[in-house]
């Protein structure tokens, strides 16, 4: 009988380079989870023309406001087009200006009420190097029918105090018109017949979680993904004890 060299107990243990692997590896993940998080921190920050959500009824109407969110060398002035995606959703009503900017143009409405063009010049340079939240207009929509379109930005030009052209990123508002589909004969929205009008699928402690999971801040999933990868490790070395 030939004797083994080493027993079960010795080879499952683990080797210190095994060990210094899985750290390294979670160190790694750890980094790489930092780096996105402080990207995504730099994204945010960067200049942006957006538009703000609303949601009205059928019948009614909402503002919303179109704003630079950082103007680093100023702004002198701009012309944006705002179009509705789905006409059959809302349309654009009206629009106005700040007083701050001295020189503006009509806002044009055209394509069926859809579109509008606005243009508007800081003469006075109210608007100076480093201002944030700079509002350019304020849009009034109406609602036509029930359902949800985008209201997307088109930046044709805005040029800073110093005469170059001014890049943002632009990010589009969301418009949901609200209301209630035609009730069948004899019943009414909300009925026995479709559960008292409640989606169990949009509510109860599972769309709690949802919404709580979309609320959490780049900082939070980073915690979450660093203790998950530590979690991982953990598992990984009881495995390699126990085979």
Same mark, same amino acid.
């Given at each position: 009988?030939?004797?083994?060299?080493?027993?079960?107990?010795?080879?499952?243990?683990?080797?210190?380079?095994?060990?210094?692997?899985?750290?390294?590896?979670?160190?790694?993940?750890?980094?790489?989870?930092?780096?996105?998080?402080?990207?995504?921190?730099?994204?945010?920050?960067?200049?942006?023309?957006?538009?703000?959500?609303?949601?009205?009824?059928?019948?009614?109407? /909402?503002?919303?406001?179109?704003?630079?969110? +950082?103007?680093?060398?100023?702004?002198?002035?701009?012309?944006?087009?705002?179009?509705?995606?789905?006409?059959?959703?809302?349309?654009?009503?009206?629009?106005?200006?700040?007083?701050?900017?001295?020189?503006?143009?009509?806002? /044009?409405?055209?394509?069926?009420?859809?579109?509008?063009?606005?243009?508007? +010049?800081?003469?006075?340079?109210? $608007?100076?190097?480093?201002?944030?939240?700079?509002?350019?207009?304020?849009?009034? $929509?109406?609602?036509?029918?029930?359902?949800?379109?985008?209201?997307?930005?088109?930046?044709?030009?805005?040029?800073?105090?110093?005469?170059?052209?001014?890049?943002?990123?632009?990010?589009?508002?969301?418009?949901?018109?609200?209301?209630? /589909?035609?009730?069948?004969?004899?019943?009414?929205?909300?009925?026995?017949?479709?559960?008292?009008?409640?989606?169990?699928?949009?509510?109860?402690?599972?769309?709690?979680?949802?919404?709580?999971?979309?609320?959490?801040?780049?900082?939070?999933? +980073?915690? $979450? +993904? /660093?203790?998950?990868?530590?979690?991982?490790?953990?598992?990984?070395?009881?495995?390699?004890?126990?085979?």
């Amino acid at each position: 009988m030939t004797k083994r060299s080493q027993t079960r107990s010795d080879a499952s243990e683990p080797s210190p380079r095994t060990t210094v692997t899985y750290l390294a590896i979670a160190l790694a993940t750890l980094a790489l989870l930092g780096a996105g998080a402080g990207l995504a921190g730099a994204q945010s920050d960067a200049p942006a023309v957006s538009v703000s959500d609303a949601e009205l009824s059928p019948s009614g109407t /909402a503002t919303v406001d179109v704003v630079l969110t +950082a103007a680093p060398n100023g702004l002198a002035g701009y012309n944006i087009d705002l179009t509705v995606a789905d006409p059959e959703v809302a349309h654009i009503e009206s629009a106005s200006y700040p007083d701050r900017f001295d020189l503006t143009t009509d806002p /044009a409405i055209g394509d069926a009420d859809r579109t509008v063009t606005l243009e508007a +010049a800081d003469v006075g340079s109210t $608007i100076d190097a480093g201002a944030t939240d700079v509002t350019l207009a304020t849009v009034e $929509i109406a609602g036509d029918a029930p359902g949800e379109a985008e209201l997307a930005v088109d930046l044709r030009q805005l040029d800073g105090n110093d005469g170059d052209r001014l890049r943002p990123a632009a990010q589009a508002g969301t418009l949901t018109v609200t209301g209630d /589909a035609p009730a069948p004969d004899g019943e009414s929205p909300g009925s026995a017949s479709d559960g008292g009008g409640t989606d169990s699928a949009s509510s109860g402690p599972i769309a709690e979680l949802a919404g709580s999971a979309d609320g959490l801040s780049t900082g939070g999933l +980073a915690l $979450i +993904a /660093a203790l998950a990868a530590i979690g991982v490790l953990s598992a990984l070395v009881v495995v390699r004890r126990r085979s």
